[in-house]
């Protein structure tokens, strides 16, 4: 299980679930939880692209997908890309919505860092408006995820990354989590990672726990009972290459993290152990 | 009689992938300097991971050969070759990805050695290694020695590489290993990639009567069979015997 080679012949999956609605406006650290997503989604789909760039373009590894919810729920990428669900990772890496140059602090060689002025991609932008109907997104999510693996029925299954303040206004999540959960390529079951920014002022930062003993409500501790037990190869990653030492009941939840720890627990997700 | 060199390369990409697809490198030379001959060998691998790595392993495995690499200033050699690397990419007007790549450089490993024949009946040699690609010394049907690695669980960690970008080798000079020794005539010596390397590992713990399925690898086709087969069969940890990679094989024979 979860042991399928990731090539161009036979891509996986990743799909992103971002939480849009009003309560995103609140503020996270120092910007708002929105704009902290939305960044965090630019960065992750960056290195996902510079993971499949080669010397002669795109490999098209991966087939990938956002959905956003909120006021509305459906796709969130903007430009050209807008309106599609699932899209080949070249198309991305070739249709951002604007290029931004910021500077980026790089090792000089000698121990200090230099500023370096980079191109920085940007696909979605913050949005904070209406409700929070996460069931609803989970059943859009379920409909564009089973054509996948009947399509991809020998594939590495796909990777659900959905990044939310939890508080669903929609009824209780937790059977359309299980659903996608249920969906599954002979490689194994999808794997939903919850990255959840808590606004209760109990909320401690945590990653990947095995048990929900230190949550602080109902809202965190439903979305850890949902997220699915992390991969030898995941945890393997984790504890090599990010010094996390995890336990192999590891689950794919992160609680209130910051952006690194994000983009970390994304790495995690998004390392396959057999990319070709 | 005094020894004699002969040698045969083969390499193959990972299977899904085209010719022009193929990121190891091989490289060898032959210089005489008074009464001493030089043969330099060298392979490399060029990390899936990174752009142009099939550039950065050639430039790496030619240097070696060219006899530019000093391991006692390993950062001097490496600055020379980024500086040709940046000059083969065309930077000019690149996708943003592209450049990101450039930026982060490439990454590949090395592995080199060379033997000093004179009118002795021995020959004695120096190796070097930076990273997983290997070397065995082949007695009979025996590898009586390999480098730079110690098992077969050394080839599941990842390899410390040699990057284009300088930023990245800072603590380089530490994991350059180093191997002397002498070789008799009838000794083989095979160079390596990581996939084939850990696979002649696996199997020779086995039955060691794979060296003699090595030896008789004949031409191009053989081998191209051989590596077809064997990335089919599973061990029984249920992992394939042969990772399915770029793979590369230098055979040096004394005689």
């Given at each position: 299980?979860?042991?399928?080679?990731?090539?161009?012949?036979?891509?996986?999956?990743?799909?992103f679930?971002i939480?849009?609605?009003?309560?995103?406006?609140?503020?996270?650290?120092?910007?708002?939880?929105?704009e902290s997503v939305a960044d965090a989604i630019n960065r992750l789909l960056q290195n996902l692209i510079?993971?499949?760039?080669?010397?002669?373009?795109?490999?098209?590894?991966?087939?990938?997908?956002v959905?956003?919810?909120?006021?509305?729920?459906?796709?969130?990428?903007g430009?050209?890309?807008?309106?599609?669900?699932?899209?080949?990772?070249?198309?991305i890496?070739?249709?951002p919505s604007r290029l931004e140059?910021r500077?980026?602090?790089?090792?000089?060689?000698?121990?200090?860092?230099?500023?370096?002025?980079?191109?920085f991609p940007v696909w979605l932008d913050p949005?904070?408006?209406?409700?929070?109907?996460?069931?609803?997104?989970?059943?859009?999510?379920?409909?564009?995820?089973?054509?996948?693996?009947?399509?991809?029925?020998?594939?590495?299954?796909?990777?659900?990354?959905?990044?939310?303040?939890?508080?669903?206004?929609?009824?209780?999540?937790?059977?359309?989590?299980?659903?996608?959960?249920?969906?599954?390529?002979?490689?194994?079951?999808?794997?939903?990672?919850?990255?959840?920014?808590?606004?209760?002022?109990?909320?401690?930062?945590?990653?990947?726990?095995?048990?929900?003993?230190?949550?602080?409500?109902?809202?965190?501790?439903?979305?850890?009972?949902?997220?699915?037990?992390?991969?030898?190869?995941?945890?393997?990653?984790?504890?090599?290459?990010?010094?996390?030492?995890?336990?192999?009941?590891?689950?794919?939840?992160?609680?209130?993290?910051?952006l690194?720890?994000?983009v970390?627990?994304?790495?995690?997700?998004?390392?396959?152990?057999?990319?070709? | 009689?005094?020894?004699?060199?002969?040698?045969?390369?083969?390499?193959?990409?990972?299977?899904?992938?085209?010719?022009?697809?193929?990121?190891?490198?091989?490289?060898?030379?032959?210089?005489?300097?008074?009464?001493?001959?030089?043969?330099?060998?060298?392979?490399?691998?060029?990390?899936?991971?990174?752009?142009?790595?099939?550039?950065?392993?050639?430039?790496?495995?030619?240097?070696?050969?060219?006899?530019?690499?000093?391991?006692?200033?390993?950062?001097?050699?490496?600055?020379?070759?980024?500086?040709?690397?940046?000059?083969?990419?065309?930077?000019?007007?690149?996708?943003?990805?592209?450049?990101?790549?450039?930026?982060?450089?490439?990454?590949?490993?090395?592995?080199?050695?060379?033997?000093?024949?004179?009118?002795?009946?021995?020959?004695?040699?120096?190796?070097?290694?930076?990273?997983?690609?290997?070397?065995?010394?082949?007695?009979?049907?025996?590898?009586?020695?390999?480098?730079?690695?110690?098992?077969?669980?050394?080839?599941?960690?990842?390899?410390?590489?040699?990057?284009?970008?300088?930023?990245?080798?800072?603590?380089?000079?530490?994991?350059?290993?180093?191997?002397?020794?002498?070789?008799?005539?009838?000794?083989?010596?095979?160079?390596?990639?990581?996939?084939?390397?850990?696979?002649?590992?696996?199997?020779?713990?086995?039955?060691?009567?794979?060296?003699?399925?090595?030896?008789?690898?004949?031409?191009?086709?053989?081998?191209?069979?051989?590596?077809?087969?064997?990335?089919?069969?599973?061990?029984?940890?249920?992992?394939?015997?042969?990772?399915?990679?770029?793979?590369?094989?230098?055979?040096?024979?004394?005689?």
């Amino acid at each position: 299980m979860y042991s399928a080679e990731i090539s161009r012949s036979n891509p996986s999956c990743f799909l992103f679930m971002i939480d849009q609605s009003g309560s995103m406006s609140d503020p996270f650290g120092a910007s708002t939880k929105a704009e902290s997503v939305a960044d965090a989604i630019n960065r992750l789909l960056q290195n996902l692209i510079i993971k499949c760039a080669k010397s002669e373009g795109i490999r098209d590894y991966y087939h990938v997908g956002v959905i956003g919810y909120g006021a509305s729920v459906g796709p969130a990428f903007g430009g050209v890309l807008a309106g599609k669900e699932l899209v080949p990772i070249s198309e991305i890496a070739d249709h951002p919505s604007r290029l931004e140059k910021r500077l980026k602090k790089i090792p000089d060689g000698a121990g200090g860092v230099v500023d370096q002025l980079v191109k920085f991609p940007v696909w979605l932008d913050p949005v904070a408006s209406g409700g929070t109907p996460i069931c609803q997104a989970m059943d859009t999510a379920h409909t564009i995820l089973s054509q996948w693996v009947s399509e991809y029925a020998h594939c590495f299954p796909p990777v659900v990354i959905h990044i939310t303040d939890g508080e669903s206004t929609d009824g209780d999540p937790t059977p359309a989590m299980e659903q996608i959960r249920a969906l599954a390529t002979d490689d194994g079951n999808i794997l939903l990672f919850n990255l959840h920014i808590s606004s209760n002022p109990n909320a401690v930062n945590l990653s990947f726990p095995e048990t929900s003993d230190e949550l602080p409500d109902r809202y965190s501790r439903m979305l850890y009972e949902s997220s699915s037990i992390l991969t030898p190869f995941m945890i393997w990653v984790a504890n090599q290459e990010h010094q996390l030492n995890l336990s192999d009941r590891a689950r794919g939840f992160v609680l209130n993290a910051d952006l690194t720890l994000v983009v970390q627990a994304l790495d995690i997700g998004t390392r396959p152990a057999n990319l070709r | 009689m005094a020894m004699q060199i002969e040698s045969e390369y083969f390499s193959l990409p990972k299977a899904g992938n085209r010719k022009d697809e193929y990121e190891d490198a091989f490289n060898s030379s032959i210089f005489v300097h008074k009464d001493t001959a030089y043969y330099k060998f060298a392979i490399a691998d060029g990390a899936s991971e990174s752009s142009f790595a099939d550039i950065w392993a050639d430039l790496l495995a030619s240097g070696y050969c060219n006899g530019k690499f000093d391991s006692k200033h390993i950062h001097k050699f490496i600055s020379k070759l980024s500086k040709a690397w940046k000059r083969k990419l065309n930077a000019g007007d690149l996708p943003w990805y592209a450049q990101e790549k450039l930026n982060s450089g490439a990454f590949s490993t090395l592995a080199g050695i060379t033997f000093r024949l004179t009118d002795a009946s021995s020959a004695a040699f120096d190796a070097v290694a930076i990273g997983d690609s290997c070397i065995f010394q082949i007695r009979g049907d025996n590898i009586i020695a390999f480098f730079p690695l110690g098992s077969v669980e050394d080839f599941h960690h990842r390899p410390v590489l040699i990057s284009s970008n300088a930023a990245n080798n800072i603590h380089l000079q530490a994991f350059v290993k180093k191997w002397s020794g002498t070789a008799q005539a009838g000794d083989s010596f095979w160079l390596m990639t990581d996939a084939l390397a850990c696979w002649l590992l696996t199997r020779y713990e086995e039955d060691i009567s794979v060296i003699k399925k090595i030896y008789g690898l004949a031409r191009e086709h053989d081998f191209i069979y051989f590596v077809q087969a064997e990335r089919k069969l599973m061990c029984p940890g249920g992992s394939f015997y042969l990772r399915n990679d770029d793979v590369t094989l230098i055979r040096v024979n004394l005689v």
